[in-house]
């Protein structure tokens, strides 16, 4: 089963600044299937990131994801006000458990 | 636009049951996969139950099998998760999910979320 986990846990940045999250998974993945979502409080997540590096529908230039095999990053670049948030990773491949990471919070400094 | 509204939350005691209903609305619901995460309070998001788009592929959280089970009905747009005996451990957020494409592409459209809480 893979177990994927985020670095930092807590990011403290200013707005204008880039961002850097990163998720380790355990093994290796098939076919690159990593996501991002962004989890605001009292709202629902939101995709931005699948196939690693593939912005979702609406997502603006300044999120970016790279990576492969068990290494990979969220960057957020030119950090705006709406950015700060929650940030999890997710395996979400063919058949379950379709493990998500534990989440980095993106905080005001 | 697609929109995903969730209800049949509530406040249930251990060992009771409940069902969960998604109404789907904006997309061709039949040609996609569905989902349930959870979000339990100071913890991280969590896979619970997936349905392939016809229903022919059906998948569980290991915490959760044999006592919870997910359908859909593709004529009336909605999927829906019964609950059977409930823990304290089972309290969450739950959300239903759309898949971005078909099957495995991604958690794509979230609704806001229905609250179960399971307490005496």
């Known amino acids: 089963e893979i177990v994927l986990t985020q670095s930092p846990g807590t990011l403290s940045l200013s707005p204008g600044d880039t961002a850097t999250l990163s998720c380790r998974a355990s093994q290796t993945f098939t076919r690159g299937s990593l996501a991002w979502y962004q989890h605001k409080a009292g709202q629902a997540p939101r995709l931005l990131i699948y196939?690693?590096?593939s912005r979702a529908t609406g997502v603006p230039d300044r999120f970016s994801g790279s990576g492969s095999g068990t290494d990979f990053t969220l960057t957020i670049s030119r950090l705006e006000p709406e950015d700060f948030a929650v940030y999890y990773c997710?395996?979400?491949?063919?058949?379950?458990?379709?493990?998500f990471g534990q989440g980095t919070k993106v905080e005001i400094k | 636009e697609v929109q995903l509204e969730e209800s049949g939350g509530d406040l249930v005691q251990p060992g009771g049951s409940l069902r969960l209903s998604c109404s789907a609305v904006g997309f061709r619901f039949s040609d996609y996969g569905m989902y349930w995460v959870r979000h339990a309070p100071g913890k991280g998001l969590e896979f619970v139950a997936a349905?392939?788009?016809?229903?022919?592929?059906?998948y569980y959280a290991d915490f959760v099998r044999g006592r919870f089970t997910i359908s859909r009905d593709n004529s009336k747009k909605t999927v829906n998760l019964e609950m059977s005996r409930l823990r304290t451990d089972d309290t969450a957020l739950y959300y239903c999910?759309?898949?971005?494409?078909?099957?495995?592409?991604?958690?794509?459209?979230w609704g806001q979320g229905t609250p179960v809480t399971v307490s005496s």
């Open positions: 349905i392939s788009s016809n229903g022919g592929s059906i």
């Open positions: 997710h395996q979400y491949g063919d058949s379950p458990p379709y493990p």
């Open positions: 196939g690693a590096i």
């Open positions: 999910v759309k898949d971005r494409i078909r099957w495995s592409g991604g958690f794509e459209s």
